[in-house]
Each structure stands twice: as structure tokens, then as C-alpha cells.
């Protein structure tokens, strides 16, 4: 069987994790990664058996050997790459969001249809063994139809201010996840979104034009209402928690844990913490993401999370950002005309 | 020890799980009962060694030996009941609503101000095991200052159509117990409330002009950001669930279940449903909170639960109707103001 | 409804116990109680509206209106009440163990059994909500055929010295519930014990000719096998577990807790210990206890656990101890051989 | 950094296990595989980068290149190529147990000791998450002196008859992972073992001469008491529970899950059923022994589980086995000094 190969545009944290992912496959080969600090990552790419570096992703898509690119540069790059990787008919695995701005995003979501090639955006935690098994759940009816959907997601910390300053926001930046997760679970697309947020973690965040805690309504065009909440600091770890009640019952989830030892003194009763963060809470997701993309270019299948699954959680990322803005509900046909009307 | 003399008005289901708590207190004689059918309570009443069974409250309202009331009649009766039962210097315990208005329930509270007795409210919930914990944790400071609080409330069947539709609907009814221990656990005063709300449970409620699940967002004066989400029929029992989350932590509470046996067979694991409703699930807090009353008779002390805690839930109920109505946060203190200017 | 007349001999812990119980039931009236410390308990009695107190249990056997006893005294008096009792036509509530003499134990079954009085053996984990529904769930054959039981059950702290040096031993007087337990859940007889106890606890066990801890197993008579760990110090509360596995499955319990509140922190997961002792985890079931036993007068039904079961675990008991100093497996039938041989 | 350069003996699924996770490693080359059934495996090791199969494996202990053997063949082979692997200056890694025979076992560790190369026996649940935590947990005092060690160790499914009949039976096959739990868990030695075993799955496993259920009493040198729990045969899936109770507190664990969500309907609670069996439940255990040995040969450590280790497990199953014989308590000491006799 000749392997798929991949180049890996951007070596940064996901980067990284992707490229240790893919080289442990056996059906896959790492030719080459680009990343505009070459240099630094030349040794740690040679040891896992990569065998071209670069500064330049354009080499990455001129190579007519490479069938696939994993898009892990800054979000500012992506939707340029994207266009050129679709364009040279390079399958397509981009990490989340597309981009800042919503036209931005479906003009290169346009390139990719006419392309004809396969694009899927890392949003990882649908291929986490506890979410997916929530959606499992709720598609073979054991719970009836979907009433309420709740979503918990905090961070441990809070990322470095250079980081939030480029972020794009908590609602771009973090809670699309929860967005996605929302119409996954459901089964279900959001109509309107009501945000109450909040800078209760650090004021240096507020400053910085962010917020660090959100309570986010969504309402499902099925009728169905959704609840997030987000905290940019949950002092004990990773909190990643699901739950779908409908009208035969409810399904719900627990954190992970680095083990199930419990003990038992005069002081009460003790476990550890959940595990800490996303690149614990996932390890099993990201190697499961990019095992079903290689799995859908092996087998011509349709990616299971698409570009139109990309670009629904911006749209309501940035109903989000408006209804904290204006403190009302908004629409995210509102957000979609709007942008529409904009052009 | 002289006992402390009750009489109980009002001998429906909220009665009789009052006389009987009360009739095991050693330090207790509830000597009257009234009940607009005295007839078919009268052997059950006696069986229990009450003395005298009445049809009409006022008889227990008079009676100089009678130290403290029970108001257990429906609602629109409280205000005035309250009212004579303070002018005549009793004690007064009264189930929650005070009253379907909010002048009325003010009017009330100022002649109980006035006569300088005791009145709890029937907020039993925040006697119970769990709940207590949670505001005990909080009050400890071992989650730090509260950023999100969380209350799952759901009933495991709707009530009839015929009470659906004097109960002043599912904010004034239902939610108005999570109202009151979202104040409770958190220790703040809510500011504003934003409501999602429908029909999906059952639509013969929404033509009786109620909602059956509702999604509501709370904002409180120290900027903690609170979620209750409530449905009229969780089909696998009672669902009565708590969430602190905090600058320090997060104190979480589960359901209470009949037993911990938990069975493991070839088809999965398996255990059984949390307890079916409030009877089961807050039996021992019915117990509690009279203990409490009794308790603040004997020894002076204000009461646990008092008028003003009513009202505020109150205030939050209207306001949460009136977010529903028109889409849009609403502030307690435009409720508490227009009703002012209505005056 | 005339109420059943009641006569507690013995207001010690477990007699106390009983008559605040029995005074809460509208269908029963206890009338007397006996106590060889009368003096110091009337107070206590008359609050609970006893109204005769006596430092002779044979003034409350000789009332011809008592319809049953309940006997809370030392176990060195059980054997006699018992069968003055029994001729005297009163049902019997006795707290076990009957006796610390199987051949004395056997006599006074005799002698109830020739009145055609019942009796019930104070074996109140029966009516335990975790291990009843255990039973229930073998009983349905979810788990199929018992293949292993397996118990704890440890106290938080040893009882006195003084306590133990008249026990009986950790066999008689803390195992010996077990030993019902086991054959409870079970639905089978034991044959054989084997046991390893050690003193791990407190040197001065040792010294009383005492042991505190011990690993029991079993062999039931249809295959299955048991296994029993006691100690007498879990300084995290009472430990009270069972589980029972079978072909077919498994049916686990866990301890009880005052409340499900869960706490993270920056230091792990934390919650509050089990119910501490007996009187907390066992309270329900010592009412339930009684309700059957008075349940069993008014219907005329035979006791959920008789004298049989009584004699049944007092056997056990006396093989392990057997087992413990000769360190070998003993059948239950050596120990009932023998006593026979001794008569 | 060169590669350790290992060789592999035996590719069954203990063999295939091993190559897999060390072809994930970055610092470790497989170089070569022996199977006798060299031909079936060839395409498989290849598409892992093995370069050299054969069926003879003293081809690669004779290869000068190969560092370190993995020895996974079938248990009778294990003592001799121990030998000549040692001789050769190999290190080995080695499945358990050692061998049927307890001198060929010490013979088979002398060449080694006397060789001075390491050699890790392949107890793999010494690196699960759980019971290193439990471990770490007892050694940090965190429950003090242990009293009583519980493990609860069930198969999902009984193996073949004809594996069954050259197992070595329950005790040196299945069991002899709980007896090296029992002596890791609780750091101390056993001294002394009870057995009460039975045929209660399938009576061919009895006709083979083997039991499938057993309960294991044990007695550690420092007073504690264990107890082990076996069946060949758990329908809900593999059961491997550890609990340590002492002098300050118990530590306990579960078993682990696939996902951790749970549904609630109106039937009850539900959950899915514990991992399938030891390739689900111990996958990352067998990724951390490799790496514990191959890390223990790069910075010329102690392997964490050594020959002694490997021999005092097979010590207590020897035991084990005359005490189901002879039903009595058997010591270690009499099983080492009898074969002393013997040689």
C-alpha cells in the first residue's frame, strides 16, 4: 500500500502534535514540514523521520508528491494557504478558526468546493471518546429529543496577554469549540445566541479588550436551548463536561482523570485533579482526528467535520460577540445578512 | 418544657407533610388543624393527636394558646391569613408564594414587620443535605469568590392542567425555589435576569399560557453570572443538581438516590433512578426547616428564612416573566420600580 | 385501630433506640420499659410519652395487656427473658447475639417455638436500603448464580476495653452481622469458615484476648464462596460495602455519605467522609426493623429474620473462632456436632 | 543518540504488543523478530520497519548488534533462552512467569545475575495508572501501616481448553499477576497462603484439571492480610480492582471505562461496561514497562521489576497450588525449603 503523504505547514504546539500523530501511522509519511523558525525545529523534525524542512510552505504546495497539508500556522496565514494548498489540490486539514472575518472565510471555503479536494478543521473534541459517545447516545433516540444542552468548558489558566491581544477573543479563540460541540451534540443548528460575560479572573484581561468568564444561551432551530459556560481559569484543572437532556432522559459526562484511585482518611475523602489540559484531556482525539482524516483520503469519504462545520461556529462566535456587545439576543441569520449586506 | 402550641391552616399535601414532622417533635403540640374540607382530614388528624379539627382558620387565629401557624392553604389566601395571623401575635410559617402580586406580598410583610413576630418561608430546600453543603463551602471561601453558579431543576412529571393554571405559571410555581438558592449559595443579590424559554414538554401547557422548559441567566451584584435551567418532566425522576464554580475551585452536588447498589451485566452498568420527586427527595429537609422554626421560637433567634428572602424571589420571578415576554434582560430593579410607580 | 402494646426491656443505646422509633409509629403504644437504671432514664421515657417506667423487666411480662417485648438488655439476660416471654405468650423483638452459648441459644429457640410466639433477631441490615436492594437483584437473578460475596465492614473506632473483655469477641459481636449478611445476600447456607485475624489495631485488643482484624472466607453449601474483612478502626468512618458476583453479573455497594458535595481545588478532588457509625448509616433501617416486626403482629405474617437466622450466625461464629485458633478451615457442621456430643 | 537495537522473540499477541509500542519509540530500532512461524508475520513486522524475521531466534542473540531481547515465545522456552540470551550479554526483557518449574526458574536467574545484564519480567500492571497511584499513595503514608490488601481480578471470558491445559493453571497463569499486585502494593512479603477454589464457570475447565473461581487468602510478613479474588469469567468485562486499607485511611480504585458518560431514563441509570480486557484496560501499561526497561538500559538503572520479583510471584503460586490441594494454610518457606529438599 503506498503511504499518504503529508506536509505539515506550521510547527508550533499543534503543529507538533499532528506531526507526532502522523509519524506513528503506519499508513502515513511525514515528508515535510514548513515553520518560519526552521532552524529550531530541524533536529526534533530529523529524529521523527521527517525528511525535508523548510521556511517556505509554498515548496510544501508545489510538491506534486505531497496529497495532503495540515494547516497549523497562525490564524492570520490560514485562509491564504488554504486557497493556494485547494488550488494545487492538496487535501486540506486546517486548524480552527479559518480566519478573523467571516467573508474572508467563505471566499476560501469557495475555493475549496471548486477545488474539489477534501478539507477538515480540527475540531478535535468530536472525536473525544466521551462527546462522541454523547452523540451516539442522543442519534439512537435513548434520550428522546434534545430539550437542553448544556456545555461546560474551562480553561485551567488563562493564556499569556500576547496571546488573548491576537486571540480573536474568548468566543472566536475558545468557546467556538463549545459552538461546535453544541451542534454536534444536538444534532441541531443555533439560531440565536444571548451572552452575559464577565472579567472576574483578571482585570488585565479586560484591559486587553477581552473577557475571561461567559454564560452563553444558544436556541436550536429545533426548539431545543443550550447552555455554555466558560472560565478562562478553573484553578483545578480542565473542565470539559457535556450533558443532553431530552424527553426520554439525559445523558451526561464527567471529566477525565489521570486514574480512578480514591482515598479515604479522617479528613474525607481525596482523588486527584482532572487531567490538566487540552493536550492531556485530547491526546486520544488528536490522534483519532487525524486517523479519520487519513481514513477519508484512503477510502474517497466525506470529512466529518467539513468547512460549513467551520464556518457555523464562526457565525455564532460572532452572534456571541455582538449580543455582549449590545446586551440583547442576537440572531445568527442577523450576523449572516448583515455580513451579506456588508459586501 | 412547655410545648410549643401550632396550629396548622390549610390541610393539603404541604399540611400533612407539616403535621406529621411536627407531630414527632417532642417539644411540639399542634393542637389545631383547619381545612376548608375538615371533614375528610379529621381521622387522619386525630390518629396523629391533634386535638381539634376546624373548618375555618380563624378559629385557630383566636385561640390565645396557640403560639405559631402554618400556612399551608393555597395561595391567594396567604397575604390575608398572614395578616391576621401576625395581628393576632402568632408565629407564622408560609408556604412560598406569599401571593401572585407583588404589593400584596409587600403589604403583608409590613404588617408582619409591624407585629414583631416571626415568619419563616417554606424555602425547604435550603435544609437539605446537599445544598447546605454547597452554601457551607462557599461560605468557608474553599472555591474562592463564586464566578458561576449553576442549578439544574427539573420535575419528573408536569403537575395537572388544573393546577398549571392557578399556579401563577412556571417562574411564580416552580423556578421561585431556584431563585431562592441561587441568592442562598452564592451570597449576592440578583441584579438581572435573561429568559429562554418553550414548550416542549407538553403543549396543552402553552395553551394554558405557560411555558414548560426554561433556560434563565442571572446576573448578581459581585458579577458572578448564574444558569438555572428548568423542565417540567425529566422522565427519569426528580433532577436536582447544584454547581458552585469560583476564583478557587467548584463544589458540585449529584442527585440522591434510593440506594448505591450499582449492577454490571453483559448489557452495561446499570443502578437505579435518583429519588422520583420532592416528597422523596427532600423529606428530611421538610423535617429541617420545621426544626428550624420551632427552634427560633423557642430560643429567640431570626428565623432562617425570612419575609424579605420571599420577596426577592418574588422580584426575580416577575422579572424573569417579563424577560420572557419581551426577549430581553430584564433588572429586578425595573420591576421593583415599576410596581412603585404603579402604586 | 387498636394500637399494639409494647414493653422495652433494657434503655441502653439499642433500647433507646427502639422506643424513639416505636413512639413515632401511630400504630404502636409503648406503654412500659424496664431498665435496671430506671431512675435515670424516666425523664427521658415520659417525654416520649412512656407511661410506665420500672426497674423490673418481670412487671412488664406479667402485664397481661403488653402484646409484645423488645429486648435491649445485656446479652447474658436474653436467653431468660426470652423464654419467660415466649410462656408468657408476648412476642419478642431480641437484639443479637441471643447468647454467648449455643446449647442455651437452642434451649430458648425451643421454648418461643412451643409458645407459637414470633420473634425477630435484631439483624437490622436487612432492612438496610443497599443491601436489601442486593438481595433483591440476586434474588431476580439479574446476576445469575452467586459465585463470590464479598463484605466490609469496619467500625471508626474500637468500643472499650471494658466492652470488649465482655463482647463475646470480635466474632459474636461485630462479625456476627456479617455472617447474616452473607447468607442474606446469598440466599445459601455457609459450611465451612476459614479465618486469619491479627492484631493490627491497638496492642491492648491482644492483651483482652481479643483480635481486631480479620479476613474470613466462606464456602457456601451451593459452591459459592464468601469472604468477610473486618476491622475494628477505619479512621474514615464506618466502612459497611457488599458485593456479590455472579454468571450472569455483579451487584456492587457503596458507603453512604451525609451529602453528594464534591470540591475541587487547586489540591484535588475532595469530598466529605461516610456516615460515621452505626447510628448514622443504620438509622433508617432500625426503623424499618420495627415496622416489620409490628407489621408481622398485626398481619400475622412470619418475621423477615428469626430465631433460625439467629442460630444460623451464632454457629458461624463459633467456627471462626474455632478456625482462628486452630488455623484451618472448620465446617459449620463440626461446630453443631460437637455442641451435640457435649449435651 | 543511537538507538537501543532490540530483538523480539516470539510474536504472538504478547510479542505483537511489545513490537508495536517499541516502534512508537524514537529511541529504539526493532530490529529483528523470531517466530516459528516466521512466514505469517514477515509482511506484518515489515510494515513496522523490522528488517530482519526469521524463525530461528538464536540468530538474534547471536547478532552482536542486538542490546536487548524481548522474550515472548511460549512459557516452556523461557528458562533456556534467558540462559543464552544472558550469556550472550543481552538484556532481557521477559514475559511471566519465568517457567513451570521453580529450580529451572532460580537456575535460569543465577545465569542472569552472574551474566550482569538486566532483565525486567513483563508484570505490566506495576505500571498501570491506577495501582502506581495506589502504590505511590501506600508509600507516601497517606493510609498509613496496611492492615488489609483486596484484589479483585476477573477475566471477561474463560481462555481455550487447550490454552487452559497448558496454562500451568489459574494460580501460575492468571493469578500470578495479583500475587506480584499483592507483594508491589503493599511493600511487603507474603508469607503464608489459603485457597478456596472452585469450578463454577464451566465444568471442562474442571475436567482439564484447572478451577476457574478462587479466593486467596494471604499473610504479609508485617501482619497485613490480603485477599485476592479470581474468575475466569466476568460478563461485564474485565475487573481489575485494587483497595489498601490502613492504620490512617483506604485508597481504592475502579476499573476504568471506555467514556464516562452516563444516561438517566425512566428505566434507571445507565452506564457502559468496563474496558473489555487486558489489551484495553493495561494498553498504556504495556507502553510504560517498555519504556521503564528500555529507559532503565539507556541511563543503567534497576529495572523495575526484576528476577526476584518474578520468582517470589511464582513462590506464592506454588504455594497457592498445595493449599487448594491439601485445603490448609501453606507457608512460602515451605515451599522454597521442599524444593531445596527436592533438588
Chains 1, 2, 3, 4 share one sequence.
Not at 468566543?171 to 444534532?187: K, L, N
Not at 454564560?215 to 450533558?243: H, K, M, P, W
Request: proline share 3%; aromatic share 10%; hydrophobic share 40%.
Amino acid at each position: 500500500m503506498p503511504r499518504i503523504k503529508v506536509g505539515v505547514i506550521g510547527a508550533g504546539k499543534m503543529g507538533r502534535i499532528h506531526i507526532e500523530n502522523l509519524c506513528r501511522m503506519f499508513e502515513v509519511d511525514v515528508k515535510s514540514v514548513s515553520d518560519i523558525y526552521a532552524d529550531q525545529i530541524k533536529d526534533w523534525a530529523r529524529d521523527r523521520g521527517v525528511s525535508y524542512i523548510t521556511a517556505d510552505y509554498r515548496e510544501i504546495i508545489k510538491d506534486p508528491d505531497i496529497d495532503a497539508i495540515f494547516i497549523c500556522s497562525s490564524t492570520n496565514t490560514h485562509t491564504q494557504i488554504i486557497a493556494e494548498g485547494a488550488q494545487a489540490g492538496k487535501h486540506i486539514f486546517c486548524e480552527k478558526p479559518f480566519s478573523f472575518d467571516l467573508e474572508e472565510t467563505k471566499r476560501a471555503l469557495n475555493v475549496v468546493e471548486q477545488a474539489g479536494v477534501k478539507m477538515q478543521v480540527g475540531f478535535n473534541r468530536r472525536f473525544d471518546h466521551n462527546f462522541k459517545r454523547v452523540r451516539d447516545i442522543v442519534q439512537e433516540g435513548k434520550i428522546g429529543d434534545p430539550h437542553i444542552i448544556k456545555i461546560t468548558s474551562r480553561d485551567p489558566a488563562p493564556p499569556s496577554l500576547d496571546y488573548i491581544k491576537v486571540s480573536g477573543g474568548l468566543f472566536v479563540d475558545m468557546a467556538i469549540h463549545d459552538f461546535d460541540m453544541a451542534r454536534y451534540v444536538s444534532g441541531s443548528e443555533v439560531e440565536e445566541v444571548f451572552v452575559k460575560g464577565g472579567v472576574l479572573v483578571d482585570p488585565a484581561i479586560g484591559e486587553a479588550g477581552d473577557i475571561d468568564t461567559a454564560v452563553i444561551t444558544l436556541t436550536f432551530n429545533n426548539g431545543a436551548i443550550g447552555i455554555i459556560d466558560n472560565s478562562r481559569q478553573a484553578v483545578y484543572g480542565y473542565d470539559q463536561r457535556v450533558e443532553v437532556f431530552g424527553s426520554k432522559g439525559c445523558v451526561t459526562t464527567n471529566n477525565d482523570y489521570p486514574n480512578t484511585a480514591q482515598w479515604w482518611t479522617a479528613d474525607g475523602v481525596h482523588g486527584d485533579k482532572p487531567l490538566y489540559f487540552f493536550l492531556e484531556r485530547y491526546k486520544e482525539s488528536y490522534v483519532e482526528e487525524v486517523k479519520a482524516f487519513i481514513d477519508c483520503i484512503i477510502h474517497d469519504k466525506k470529512p466529518a467535520v467539513d468547512g460549513q462545520d467551520g464556518l457555523q461556529a464562526e457565525l455564532i462566535a460572532y452572534a456571541a460577540k455582538k449580543s455582549l456587545l449590545e446586551s440583547r439576543p442576537v440572531k445568527i441569520e442577523e450576523i449572516a445578512h448583515e455580513k451579506a449586506v456588508k459586501q
